[in-house]
């Protein structure tokens, strides 16, 4: 089992910037490709970034690239996602999510392949 914790949500206005934590406890965090999701009001699940369990991959959604940063750090079992230039659609309820890294890369932007998953945080972004 692993437990997931995000933090870091809260309320900005467009154009500034915040930063969402995940803390991993349980199963050790590099057994897990980490990912964070979110879903927007009325909306599906939509996958936001993906890193592999070492840190050398990461791959984003078309519509957060260039603005979000996604990273870890292994030492601390901690996940972090770095939102620059919010938008007001960005408002979301924001979650993180681990995958075992025996499973294919390629499949890192589907949520269904991944185990576990955190309570979610929200961020709103006014205009």
């Known amino acids: 089992q692993v437990q997931l914790v995000e933090s870091g949500g809260g309320l900005v206005q467009a154009g500034e910037s915040l930063r969402l934590s995940c803390a991993a406890s349980?199963?050790?965090?590099?057994?897990?490709?980490m990912g964070w999701f979110r879903q927007g009001p009325g909306k599906e699940r939509e996958f936001v970034a993906a890193?592999?369990?070492?840190?050398?991959?990461?791959t984003y959604a078309d519509s957060v690239k260039g603005r979000f940063t996604i990273s870890r750090d292994n030492a601390k079992n901690t996940l972090y996602l770095q939102m620059n230039s919010l938008k007001p659609e960005d408002t979301a309820v924001y979650y993180c999510a681990a995958r075992r890294r025996a499973g294919s890369w390629s499949l890192v932007a589907t949520s269904g392949e991944y185990d576990y998953w955190g309570q979610g945080t929200q961020v709103t972004v006014s205009s």
């Open positions: 349980g199963r050790t965090f590099t057994s897990y490709h």
């Open positions: 890193i592999s369990w070492y840190g050398t991959t990461t």
